[in-house]
Each structure stands twice: as structure tokens, then as C-alpha cells.
């Protein structure tokens, strides 16, 4: 069945230092989302993106689909403890209306 | 607006009683999926609603049950519960599905004693 991978599955780093997560479809997607949830809080969407080759920015964060829109990344630049959560990522099941998320990287930021 | 909201928050139940769970999406948005999250796992799909119509269902047995209502409101039933039932209950909606953005309400935490 349609799967979505993500790796790692956790990361610590240091403030300051960079993150980045990686995240793969078995299937090629129309879209994919990401989304953050911070310890004992819901998940938060950050951002959609559609074209193949896409990349958009928020401040620090930069999001990048694949050129075959099967792989998308996101790389956090220069941490701050306000990062920590855990990062999914998500696209449409080939049939049907529902998201497939990925497992979520989990991310730890040391002060 | 108002975000997503979910009742009750919290839940303890025994092994073998039934439990329902509600969901109030976003004025608006026909589409409400429900997600269990348990620790280590990640976004589990049970089912989505979309104008009272189950449009998707995911691989959970038949004790897991769902409705939507007129006013896109979701109720999800579980019945004879089990001890590894117990979990993060998450509600998502928007606005048609997949294609747009989904907001979650902060979920029922459910602990089957």
C-alpha cells in the first residue's frame, strides 16, 4: 500500500546548529504538507506544496519538494529551542480524500 | 474564527465499555477525519467524513465507528474498549479533503483502565 517514510526518526542538536528531515512517497503525490506538534500539543500545518521542484521559505525554515514529487525536505536553519515538536509530513492517498502522514522526525534543540 | 474543538479532553474508561467522542470542525468545512496517535506512532487514519458520507476508512476493526451530522459536526464511537485503545483521539478538518489545509483540534486523550 501507499507509504510515507521519513527519516531520522529522532534528532538533537545544539541551538544554533541545523536540521534537516527527509521525507519519501512510495507513490508519486499531487501535494504534500507539513505539519508541527510540539510536545503535548495537536498538530499545526506550516505549509503545502504543489509543483514539482517547489521550494518555500518561512523565516528559518525552508521547504523543498522533489523534482519527481515523491520526496519533499525540510531544513531549519540555525535552531532555536522554540523548534522542538515533531515534524510530519503528508500527502493525499492516490485513492481516496484522506492525508497519509509520514512517522514524524522528533526534534530536540539543547539550549 | 473558531478552531477545531474536541470533547471531552480527557477520558478514562474500563476495559469492555463503550466511549464516544465529539468533534466540531471549523464553520465551514464538510471534511472532518479522525487520527489516533499513540506514543512512539505516528498519525494512525481511522476514517473521514465528508457531508455526512464516509468517504475513506482506514485498517481499524469494526469497534471503531464514526458519524457526521448535518452541521459537519463528528462524533467517533468505540466500543468494547480495550487497554490498547488507550490514545490520543485527533480530529482534523478542512475544507474538502486532501487538497486544503487541515486544522486539528487538540484531541481527547483516552486512557482504558
Known amino acids: 500500500g501507499q507509504q510515507v517514510m521519513q527519516i531520522p526518526q529522532y534528532q538533537h542538536v545544539q541551538e544554533g546548529e541545523d536540521f534537516t528531515t527527509y521525507c519519501n512517497s512510495s507513490t508519486t503525490l499531487s501535494n504534500i504538507q507539513w505539519y508541527k506538534q510540539r510536545p503535548g500539543g495537536h498538530p499545526v500545518f506550516l505549509i503545502q506544496?504543489?509543483?514539482?521542484?517547489e521550494v518555500k521559505k518561512q523565516k528559518r525554515l525552508t521547504f523543498q519538494f522533489g523534482e519527481a514529487k515523491k520526496n519533499s525536505s525540510l531544513h531549519i536553519t540555525a535552531t532555536q529551542t522554540t523548534d522542538v515538536g515533531t515534524y510530519f509530513c503528508?500527502?493525499?492517498?492516490?485513492?481516496?480524500?484522506?492525508?497519509?502522514f509520514g512517522p514524524g522526525t522528533r526534534l530536540s534543540v539543547l539550549p | 474564527k473558531a478552531g477545531v474543538t474536541q470533547t471531552p479532553r480527557y477520558l478514562i474508561k474500563t476495559r469492555g465499555q463503550q466511549v464516544t467522542l465529539s468533534c466540531s470542525p471549523i464553520?465551514?468545512?464538510?471534511?472532518v477525519s479522525w487520527y489516533q496517535q499513540t506514543p512512539g506512532q505516528g498519525l494512525q487514519f481511522l476514517f473521514e467524513?465528508?457531508?455526512?458520507?464516509?468517504?475513506n476508512k482506514g485498517n481499524f476493526p469494526g469497534r471503531f465507528s464514526g458519524r457526521q451530522f448535518s452541521n459537519s459536526r463528528s462524533e467517533m464511537n468505540v466500543s468494547t474498549l480495550e487497554l490498547g485503545d488507550s490514545a490520543l483521539y485527533l480530529c482534523?478538518?478542512?475544507?474538502?479533503?486532501?487538497?486544503?489545509?487541515?486544522?486539528f483540534g487538540q484531541g481527547t486523550r483516552l486512557t482504558v483502565v
Open positions: 482534523a478538518s478542512s475544507f474538502t479533503g486532501a487538497r486544503t489545509e487541515a486544522f
Open positions: 467524513y465528508f457531508s455526512e458520507t464516509q468517504r
Open positions: 506544496l504543489v509543483k514539482s521542484g
Open positions: 464553520s465551514g468545512h464538510r471534511s
Open positions: 503528508a500527502g493525499p492517498r492516490v485513492y481516496g480524500q484522506n492525508f497519509v
